[in-house]
């Protein structure tokens, strides 16, 4: 695949390099027709023909019909008057005045693109057949031609622009495509494998709380179906965060932002946590300040994962119970709101971005990750302090008035 | 009352585990592990609820709740392996009345069956007890040792709260929500006036309370304690 990008990028930045090549040459070439006289030599070079018309004894002698080819010479004397012609056409008056001459050699001789050069002895006129050469006057005020090589470079510079912008453009929308691709892939497998662990999970942990609680098995068994059903509970919470920090990853979740007032939506989720049975053996302690907090705009969802990661957290790396303390206040115009309680081994700050799973090492500590993804994905920052006592804070900005 | 739940779920290991777990509640159960043989069972004899699968061989129980209901209008629950919140919501959108995700504790799971029949069935008594006390919802009093205790709105409206959620911690704000239909913002002081004097009426020693409990910087829970 990243093979495939390659030939890709090399493929589309020469195909630039080429554009841009031929938009400048094609630009020097008007610049150039446009300047220069390089059209009027759309012929044999009159002095050339000139040179091989010489004055004889009595008459003029030309010796040069090949190089006139199709077309037809006239010599003027001074006087206005043709003193020689070769092939003239019969329209054409033999005297021309000062008017006519001026007219011709601008523009065309009844039609006929004329060319002229100015001889000791007159004027030689050589015309070409009607309608077969563009004639233009040119010229331009040595102001706007000094101007031109900005002119050109600028051009040049619009045109490299446009070039580089149209290759990011479409280089990043390949990029994203192979991106998206790999992301609904990895997402997919995931999905798949936390969808098919799921239902066997539940058989699992269904089993294992009903042997928890049969009077017919000895306190021993019994602990033994506790472990399996707190393992199990372990590796649902593994699946889920597994999944939604995937779904994090790959922009896959939508945010369901609403306003949230803080005090409030934390006491719920303290209150849900201590009535589902987690908080047992453990001192749960609120901080909130006694004025009410601005209001903040998240998502209930993801934001109730987060703190009940961070409670859960302290839960387990503290067995023997411990305090934990939920609070929240304003802190240079952001929501602080941390959990802290007991102590953890290994506290690492995970970055948002780091990779899932380094090559060759399981996912150490998913759940944290997930709270900095969470975090992130409203705007703000999770850290995560060792302790003692084990402190985890998240920034987050409050609701725009 | 025993209620029978039918189980709609592709999988007979769970099946079988589900069915347990509401056997020992007290439930009577019956299976079904496809569209067909669910709609089948419930047009020949409509269950009192229904758990139902998301993912099922024949169809999917999204569609298959219509069908259900079209039969009767009973309680359904989802319960599946999707946790997406698509999922979740397409299926509460559809009308079910709670979304499980597995996998689940069996506690979870007969806690939130319980709830949603207590709701559609409403099979409170309509003078429950609490220890010596005897609340009668019909006329709005508690009845302890022979003398009859008047409620008044917010007493009954407090009590009905924490009653309902009885064992549990109910926040201030959840409190103050039923009470004012508001935040707590300016009533926390109305409130506690209101707890205490709901323990005046409800405690032999409101300063020593044994069911109305102040969970501090959270709420307040009604402990539950059998009939005497």
């Known amino acids: 695949m990243k093979l495939r990008s390659l030939w890709k990028g090399i493929l589309l930045v020469t195909l630039s390099a080429f554009l841009i090549f031929f938009i400048t040459a094609a630009g020097c070439f008007a610049f150039g027709c446009y300047v220069s006289d390089w059209g009027r030599g759309w012929s044999a070079p009159v002095d050339q023909i000139s040179s091989t018309l010489t004055r004889g004894e009595e008459d003029y002698i030309f010796t040069g019909d090949d190089l006139l080819g199709d077309r037809w010479a006239m010599l003027l004397n001074q006087e206005g008057r043709v003193v020689w012609s070769r092939n003239k056409p019969e329209e054409l008056p033999e005297e021309y005045t000062l008017q006519d001459v001026v007219s011709f050699t601008r523009w065309y001789l009844e039609d006929y693109p004329v060319l002229c050069w100015t001889r000791e002895d007159g004027v030689l006129v050589v015309g070409s057949p009607k309608g077969s050469v563009w004639k233009h006057d040119v010229n331009m005020e040595m102001s706007y031609l000094l101007k031109m090589p900005y002119w050109f470079l600028g051009i040049f510079l619009l045109a490299l622009v446009g070039v580089l912008g149209l290759a990011r453009v479409t280089l990043g929308r390949w990029f994203r495509q192979e991106q998206q691709v790999r992301d609904a892939a990895r997402s997919g497998w995931i999905n798949g494998v936390s969808h098919d662990i799921r239902t066997p999970l539940s058989v699992v942990m269904g089993y294992a709380a009903q042997m928890e609680q049969s009077p017919a098995l000895p306190p021993e068994e019994k602990h033994r179906a506790s472990a399996i059903r707190t393992q199990s509970q372990m590796i649902r919470d593994l699946v889920n965060d597994l999944n939604l920090t995937m779904r994090l990853d790959c922009d896959m979740q939508a945010l369901r932002k609403e306003s949230l007032q803080p005090e409030v939506f934390l006491r719920q989720i303290a209150a849900d946590f201590l009535n589902g049975g987690m908080g047992d053996g453990y001192d749960l302690e609120m901080h909130l300040p006694q004025t009410p907090l601005p209001r903040?705009?998240?998502?209930?969802?993801?934001?109730?994962?987060?703190?009940?990661?961070?409670?859960?957290?302290?839960?387990?790396?503290?067995?023997?119970?411990?305090?934990?303390?939920?609070?929240?206040?304003?802190?240079?115009?952001?929501?602080?709101?941390?959990v802290e309680g007991g102590t953890v081994k290994k506290a690492q700050s995970p970055e948002p971005s780091q990779p899932l799973d380094q090559e060759g090492e399981p996912a150490h500590g998913t759940g944290l990750r997930l709270v900095a993804q969470i975090a992130a994905a409203h705007g703000g920052k999770a850290e995560f302090r060792p302790g003692p006592p084990y402190r985890c804070i998240l920034r987050l900005p409050f609701a725009k008035k | 009352m025993a209620y029978e739940i039918l189980i709609v779920d592709d999988e007979p290991a769970l099946q079988r585990m589900v069915g347990e777990i509401l056997a020992q509640a007290g439930y009577r159960t019956r299976s079904a592990s496809t569209c067909t043989q669910a709609l089948e069972q419930v047009k020949a004899a409509p269950p009192d609820g229904v758990l139902l699968d998301i993912m099922l061989p024949d169809g999917d129980g999204f569609s298959l709740l219509g069908k259900l209901r079209a039969v009767r209008d009973f309680p359904v629950l989802f319960l599946s392996a999707r946790d997406e919140d698509e999922a979740r919501l397409r299926g509460l959108g559809l009308g079910a009345d709670d979304y499980i995700t597995k996998p689940f504790l069996p506690q979870e799971l007969l806690l939130r069956l319980g709830a949603v029949l207590r709701r559609v069935y409403r099979e409170e008594p309509s003078a429950p007890w609490l220890g010596d006390t005897r609340i009668d919802w019909g006329k709005g009093t508690l009845r302890r040792q022979g003398e009859e205790i008047p409620l008044t709105a917010k007493e009954y409206a407090l009590l009905k709260k924490l009653w309902e959620a009885r064992g549990n911690i109910v926040t201030v704000d959840a409190l103050c929500s039923?009470?004012?239909?508001?935040?707590?913002?300016?009533?926390?002081?109305?409130?506690?006036?209101?707890?205490?004097?709901?323990?005046?009426?409800?405690?032999?020693?409101?300063?020593?309370?044994?069911?109305?409990?102040?969970?501090?910087?959270?709420?307040?829970?009604?402990?539950?304690?059998?009939?005497?």
């Open chain 1, 296 to 338: 903040l705009w998240g998502d209930p969802f993801l934001l109730r994962r987060a703190v009940n990661n961070l409670l859960t957290n302290c839960v387990r790396h503290n067995p023997d119970g411990c305090t934990i303390c939920l609070g929240a206040k304003e802190e240079k115009g952001r929501l602080v709101l941390w």
């Open chain 2, 178 to 228: 039923a009470l004012w239909e508001g935040p707590l913002v300016g009533y926390d002081n109305t409130l506690m006036v209101h707890i205490r004097r709901l323990r005046e009426k409800l405690e032999a020693d409101p300063s020593h309370p044994r069911y109305l409990l102040t969970v501090r910087g959270l709420g307040y829970r009604l402990k539950q304690e059998d009939k005497p």
